[in-house]
């Protein structure tokens, strides 16, 4: 999604991207939801599980029709890969140096909080104050809002009216603007239900005066969720079009999320004060603040990599000769 797509289309692409991802996550939504409308139990049926396990591997199986990287060309012929093979000692030193690479070490503190807010949202809004059936009900809008706000950003960040790094600053002001708003609604919300709700108390999506108010917010933490997590990659994908150098960055990037959200998981199992938790989640993301507007300030209206340039015009070139050779041929005959 950042290393396929041409400069001026990869908001695009991620946001393609990040709408599939999400279908899974509607459907995981759509599914207890269902199962569990006329239950009364404050867990999943069984059910649910298996329907999850039977997804998961379907999609194991329909990852083998995807067509090979090397087979994959651009609107305008030239190549998506770039074929540069190294060894594991090499890809170990190289991956090492991105501890020390001032872009990355700006992207670390957004990194590691882009998944630390899950916890808090999932735990401690839609777990601790709806009921089974509503739970699943709002993860449908969760998911499926983060579709809405991930394809409405990638308009913003493929804006050509606009140079790149001015998109940048634009969509930086976007997200520091949403992400506020969400954590001084959770705050409002936090100190309504100090303590959440018991089970027998839990509010019902049905329940029209009671549920508007976090359901809606709710559905607000999904949207800043897309729009935090498009903005992340897109900033990756303006660094460089160099694939082997954006996989490189991915893996940074989604290393260090999962070593957030892991830390955030543990917090809620040590039973951390839920207030407390919420702080973190926005101290996290005022400290991410500033190492974003750097990497931000450091974005080139072109990452054009020379060694990528020549091997696309190279393609290119080669695309419009065979062409011309097919139409000699076809009028030869």
């Known amino acids: 999604m950042v290393s396929y797509p ?6 695009k692409y991620i946001a393609i991207f990040w709408v599939i991802f999400n279908l899974g996550g509607m459907l995981g939504g759509i599914l207890p939801f269902a199962i569990n409308y006329h239950s009364d139990s404050g867990s999943l049926a069984d059910g649910v599980y298996i329907a999850f396990v039977i997804l998961e591997c379907l999609g194991a199986f329909l990852g083998l029709a995807l067509a090979p990287p090397s087979k994959v060309t651009r609107d305008d ?5 770039l074929v540069k093979y190294t060894n594991l000692g090499t890809e170990t030193v190289e991956i090492l140096k991105l501890f020390i690479n001032p872009l990355m070490l700006g992207l670390l503190p957004m990194c590691f909080t882009s998944n630390f807010f899950y916890t ?3 735990d401690n809004i839609n777990g601790a104050l709806f009921n089974v059936r509503t739970r699943g009900f709002n993860n449908i809008f969760y998911w499926g809002f983060q579709m809405v706000g991930s394809y409405a950003i990638s308009f913003l960040l493929d804006y050509s009216k606009l140079g790149r790094k001015t998109r940048g600053y634009v969509a930086f002001g976007v997200v520091l603007v949403f992400f506020n708003a969400i954590w001084g609604g959770s705050l409002a919300l936090h100190n309504k239900y100090p303590d959440g709700l018991s089970l027998d108390n839990r509010i019902d999506f049905k329940d029209s005066s009671r549920a508007s108010g976090p359901i809606i ?3 607000f933490c999904g949207i800043g969720d897309a729009l935090y997590q498009t903005f992340a990659y897109w900033i990756i994908g303006a660094l460089s079009n160099d694939n082997q150098l954006l996989a490189r960055y991915i893996g940074f990037y989604k290393g260090m999320q999962s070593f957030g959200g ?4 543990q917090l809620d199992a040590k039973e951390v004060a839920p207030k407390n938790q919420l702080v973190a989640n926005w101290v996290l993301f ?5 190492s ?3 990497v931000v300030w450091r974005i080139k209206e072109h990452s054009e990599d020379q060694n990528v340039r020549s091997k696309a015009d190279g393609d290119l070139e080669n695309y419009a000769t065979n062409v011309t050779d097919d139409k000699a041929s076809v009028a030869a005959n």
Request: aromatic share 18%; no cysteine; glycine share 6%.
């Open 286 to 290: 005022a400290l991410s603040v500033p």
């Open 120 to 122: 808090y949202q999932f």
């Open 292 to 294: 974003m507007l750097y």
């Open 217 to 219: 917010l709710y559905i």
């Open 77 to 81: 012929g030239s190549s998506v890969v």
């Open 6 to 11: 041409r400069e001026e289309e990869k908001g």
């Open 262 to 265: 892991a830390i955030s998981w």
